[in-house]
């Protein structure tokens, strides 16, 4: 067998498809193997570059073959999907991908480490919490409605529902046990949510960038803490530009014969980091519309003319800018920076 320089490795849970090829691009592996066999044949070849889809457990494997001696490029899935030329299988997802690795522009996903994975899970865990609890939340004010008893908007008037629903005694007993069943629900999904929350904190705390990065207005300790965790390595991108289209704030673009036509913003990349910075503008333009706050010139010229949810789009979007650019270069938030200097006092 020729050396082998590249290898496209498409994996599963179980069988993994091999396509290696050599010096002359001719290909010299194509191999179906289970797990145990995949890892010895691993440990065993001399190191080469492989080629893997940044997929559910696409970075256990990427440490574990780095450990092995190989490089190992970590691709997304839609850059690879072009390079498939007909149909639909293992073996030419795996000759798809050793194509789409030897291109010069292609980009790639850096590796994550496992400590870093472990922190992602703090708010994946997180999240999936405060979506049981909203579901949890909205089960009970849909069913106490149908006893005539309704309660405002807001998280903390949830409690004060569920003591009238103890109190209430023209509400059937069955009733009434099941509404305790819930609350009883309720108060350990606060608890656990307390204490994931709690250690996401320390992490926070004991992590200089992210303690940087939630200086920036509408950013703070969870949004400073995700966007540490999902970006181990922001020289990546080019440009805060990059950046931000890669969280999915920049408008999609169908400009063709020099008409420039751009669209709604294209939701691509990372769906959770995104939500919680347009969050942040959001909680931010809410508290200049209060009057508080310094508004910047940029900003309080966007909301005469724009919607408010547009305004937090595009503030979203100069957040992940300036995010990134925090991130690069070590700098901290300077909140002066850039604004018109003060006229001295007559």
Known sequence: MNEIIRIGMDTSKSFFQLHGVDAAEQPVLRRKQGRRQMVEFFRQLPPTVIGIE??????????????????????????????VKRGKNDAADAQALCEAMSRPTMRFVPVKSAEEQAALMLVGLRDRLIRTRTQLTNAIRGQAAEFGLV????????????????????????????FALQAKEFGALQARLKTVEAKLMAWHRQNERSRRLAKIPGVGPIGAAMLTMKTPDPKAFASGRDFAAWIGLTPRDHSTA?????????????????????????????????GRGRPSPWLAALLKRKPRMLAAVALANKTARIAWKLMVSGETYDATRGRPALAPAA
């Open 54 to 83: 940044a997929c559910g457990g696409a970075f256990h494997w990427a440490r574990l073959l780095q450990g092995f001696g190989h490089e190992v490029k970590l691709m997304p899935p839609q850059f690879v999907k072009p390079y």
């Open 151 to 178: 309660a405002p908007k807001g998280l903390d008037k949830i409690e004060p529902l569920l003591a009238r629903l103890r109190a209430e005694a023209t509400i059937p007993a069955v009733a009434r046990e099941l």
């Open 258 to 290: 020099g008409k420039v036509r751009l669209g709604v913003i294209t939701k691509a990349g990372d769906e959770d980091v995104r939500r919680v910075l347009v969050a942040g503008a959001s909680a931010v333009i809410q508290q200049l519309q209060r």
